[in-house]
Every structure is written in C-alpha cells, then in structure tokens.
C-alpha cells in the first residue's frame, strides 16, 4: 500500500525553465511534508518543507505547493540549473511519531 | 559540524551471514531512524528511536533485523542470517525531537549479499 506516490520516474527540463515535480498521498493523517535531494552514493539533503496548515513554503528558487483536498504537493524550481540534477523524494510524516514515508522518487535532469 | 556517519560504507556478505551496520547520529539530535532504498525503490522506513521511549519497530521487514541505541546516541541495525533480498542502501538519520521535522541523513552503508 503505497501512501505516498510519484508517479513520474523521470524528468528532463531545459536549464533555465521551470521543474515541476509531483506527489500524491493518501492517508488525511500526515500534518507534515518534505522534498529531499539525493545525489548518487550520497544520503538524501533535505530541501523544502510545508506543514499542512498551509498552501505554499517558498525558499529560494524552490516552491512547494499543498492541495490537501486533493492530496497532492508539487515542488517548482525556477529557473532550473544543471546543478539541480538529481533524485527528489517526497515525504510525509503522520501526526503519530516522527517517522517519514517516502515516495519512490523522481530523477530530474537539467539540460544546458 | 560532523554529520551522520555511517560504517562501513560497503559490506559484501555471504548468504546466511550475519551483519552489523554503524550509524553515528549528529551530536544533540534524539531521534534515531534506520530507513533502506532497494534497486529502483523508494526508502523504506525500518526503525525509529526517540530518546529513551521505546523504538517503533513497525518497519522491520523479519524477525532478522533488530536495533540499538546505546547511550542514546551510536545505533547499530542487526541483520541475521542475511538473504540476497536484504541487499539495499541502509540509511541512518537523526533528527531533533521538537519544532522541525527535518531529518540528517547519512551517505549509507552499500550492503550485498551473495
């Protein structure tokens, strides 16, 4: 039972454009969200959060966008760098403890 | 600052193998987790310590994995009698128990069972 879903295993935009990257959820418990960076052979960095109070966490070029009625979050990077090449995990965590579920992953590739 | 650190970085283990795998969490965090990513897959939370609570040991695929945290610090994650479907990233993170959720990961132990 998946909770939380990225439909997308990959992604590929032209530096300088907008990323968007998508995640789904369902369970209506998880109060918290998260968007993690994972380079290869390196642990994952965290990037952005949003608490599921609010619509919109904004911190640089990175936006995360929340619609709980339809259980969906999105990550906008703008405008895109080459450096932002890597894996982007979702998470949640429930208003039970502290644990994170994942999603499976999205690879963006910017290209110059 | 150190980060979390992970030991070792790599293991090769026989089938039917014990393993003991190192996690170093950053000094003044309290919460502990021990997720693993398969080929292909997302991270898969195993185990979560918070201070001295009782760990929430809800991930565990078997009854051949366990944990601990001494001290309430270092962590150790305990595969018996490996199997070749145990071969994953073992990650380890650590986090403050309050205000932010975010947790620090370490680069991950590389564990292969042949």
């Known amino acids: 039972d998946q909770q939380v879903k990225q439909n997308s295993p990959s992604l590929s935009v032209q530096e300088g454009r907008i990323s968007i990257l998508n995640c789904d959820y369902t369970?209506?418990?998880?109060?918290?969200f998260l968007w993690y960076k994972k380079y290869p052979a390196e642990g994952p960095t965290f990037l952005i959060s949003i608490s599921s109070i609010k619509d919109k966490n904004e911190d640089g070029r990175f936006t995360v966008f929340l619609n709980k009625s339809a259980k969906h979050l999105s990550l906008h990077i703008v405008p895109s760098q080459p450096g932002d090449s890597a894996v982007y995990f979702c998470a949640a965590k429930d208003n039970q403890g502290g644990k994170l579920i994942f999603g499976q992953g999205t690879e963006l590739s910017v290209k110059p | 600052g150190a980060g979390v650190s992970q030991s070792p970085s790599n293991k090769v283990t026989e089938k039917g193998k014990d393993v003991e795998l190192r996690c170093d969490p950053i000094?003044?965090?309290?919460?502990l987790y021990w997720y693993r990513q398969s080929l292909g897959q997302g991270l898969e939370f195993l185990i979560y310590?918070?201070?001295?609570?009782?760990?929430?040991k809800s991930g565990l695929p078997s009854d051949r994995f366990s944990a601990e945290r001494t001290g309430g610090s270092v962590s150790t994650l305990t595969i018996q009698r490996t199997q070749q479907e145990d071969s994953a990233v073992y990650l380890c993170?650590?986090?403050?128990?309050?205000?932010?959720?975010?947790?620090?990961f370490g680069p991950g132990t590389r564990l292969t069972v042949t």
């Open positions: 310590f918070q201070g001295n609570s009782a760990p929430d």
């Open positions: 369970n209506s418990m998880f109060d918290y």
């Open positions: 993170a650590s986090s403050f128990a309050r205000g932010t959720y975010e947790q620090y």
């Open positions: 000094s003044g965090h309290t919460a």
